[in-house]
């Protein structure tokens, strides 16, 4: 593969990283989501904190889309990215994989190879 194919692939796992994670982030903007993706009113105290954690998806998925542009970001994205989903992946798995984020966890679970590819770019490239 020449250079520019693999600058492409390299964009294009970026950009699906970010992908993984606009739908949570997108909820930031538009709170109702909230309701509808983790069945939770918003006169629950824990609406504020998924709201917060719309938002920390939402840098996610800035890191992500700036990573796919921008070499020198890659590194503290890559660092960003992998904290957020296998956190994530070993708090499911320690709370005996609750059936309810099963769909986030496959989620992080399609995402964590394109992770590694990325990782590996911008540390060993």
């Known amino acids: 593969m020449g250079l520019a194919a693999d600058d492409m ?6 950009l699906f990283l970010a992908a993984i994670h606009a739908l949570p982030a997108l909820a930031f903007f538009r709170p109702a989501m909230i309701g ?9 105290p824990l609406f504020l904190l998924l709201q917060h954690r719309a938002a920390l998806f939402f840098m996610v998925f800035l890191m992500c889309t700036w990573a796919a542009f921008d070499p020198h970001s ?43 590819f990325v990782a590996w770019q911008a540390f060993a490239g």
């Open 9 to 14: 692939m390299l964009k294009m796992a970026w």
């Open 74 to 116: 890659q590194r503290l994205a890559s660092a960003g990215v992998g904290i957020s989903m296998l956190s994530f992946l070993f708090l499911f798995w320690k709370a005996g994989s609750p059936p309810a984020l099963k769909t986030i966890a496959v989620a992080d679970l399609f995402g964590i190879p394109v992770l590694a």
């Open 36 to 44: 509808r993706l983790y069945q939770v009113s918003n006169d629950n």
